[in-house]
């Protein structure tokens, strides 16, 4: 069954401080992995989308990591400010997207 | 980056009366348009998938005679919740992809819909 769990499930952080959030996946077949942020009431938006050979890919203060091998991929936000406060979202890609439930980050003053 | 928009943002209706939603691709043509919905605190569904000029294609579970989709251009899909009841109080999210099954998708910004 293709499945796309997250970790952890919600997270709040301090402004200024780094965070990484985890994406595992079990998707067959694997066509690419997107990370998105999404906004209260409002739809995903993109930040990085990454291919089978790709390892790293950064947008800005964001940095996704992909290991195909071990499926798991990372998002790390570096010096977080208020406005990263969202969802964000690991969405694996076969022939449909596969959503992962998301985590749920609140940065604090 | 592709504009998707939706309209309306927000709905409030009476149980038993039909809501509307349009979903318009701004810059592209989007030959697939997807609909799905979200439940508080829970990831995005898919309820169905619809390409320009042909039937959507719903998942499983989903009524395709209570969730109308019409993709009558490359540019608009609408969603018509027939005889809503409280129960499909959601947000509905649309996205659409531009070509081939390698598009990327853009999604719109959602439709809150409340049924009292």
């Known amino acids: 069954k293709n499945q796309v769990e997250q970790s952890p499930q919600s997270l709040i952080i301090l402004e200024g401080k780094n965070c990484t959030l985890q994406c595992n996946y079990t998707v067959s077949p694997f066509s690419n992995l997107r990370w998105y942020k999404q906004d209260t009431g409002r739809g995903p938006v993109s930040l990085t989308i990454m291919t089978f050979s790709e390892n790293t890919k950064s947008n800005g203060r964001y940095t996704a990591t992909l290991d195909a091998d071990t499926k798991q991929s990372s998002l790390h936000i570096t010096a977080s400010q208020l406005s990263d406060s969202a969802s964000y979202i690991c969405v694996v890609r076969t022939d449909k997207l596969i959503f992962g439930t998301g985590t749920r980050l609140q940065v604090f003053p | 980056g592709a504009v998707v928009s939706q309209h309306p943002s927000r709905v409030i209706c009476k149980s038993g009366t039909s809501v509307k939603i349009e979903c318009r691709s701004l810059?592209?043509?989007?030959?697939?348009m997807f609909w799905y919905r979200q439940f508080p605190k829970q990831s995005l569904m898919l309820m169905a998938t619809?390409?320009?000029?042909?039937?959507?294609?719903?998942e499983q579970g989903v009524e395709k005679d209570k969730f109308l989709i019409n993709h009558a251009s490359l540019t608009l899909s609408t969603l018509t919740v027939t005889s809503a009841h409280p129960e499909d109080s959601s947000f509905y999210i649309c996205s659409a992809r531009a070509s081939g099954g390698a598009g990327e998708q853009f999604f719109g910004p959602g439709t809150r819909l409340t049924v009292l």
């Open positions: 810059d592209f043509q989007a030959t697939t």
């Open positions: 619809s390409n320009e000029g042909s039937k959507a294609t719903y």
